[in-house]
């Protein structure tokens, strides 16, 4: 299996792609997974309901629209 250290989650990818584009992957990836703060509570509570960027509060139940991977 080839070296995935610089590539990281990208490295599922393998050959395929280009760097840049996969750099641009794991970036977004990576912003994706962390715990989402809500805007209105301020608790790491959030969850994404739909893919076009409707994002709900566990705690406070507010639905509200945002970016699409990340608030």
Do not use: D, H
């Amino acid at each position: 299996m080839a070296r995935t250290k610089k590539l990281k989650s990208t490295g599922r990818f393998g050959v395929r792609y280009g760097l840049r584009v996969k750099e641009k992957v794991r970036l977004i990836e990576e912003k994706q997974r962390k715990k989402q703060v809500c805007p209105f509570c301020g608790k790491p509570s959030l969850k994404r309901v739909a893919s076009s960027g409707i994002w709900k509060c566990k705690k406070c139940g507010k639905k509200f629209a945002s970016n699409v991977y990340y608030v």
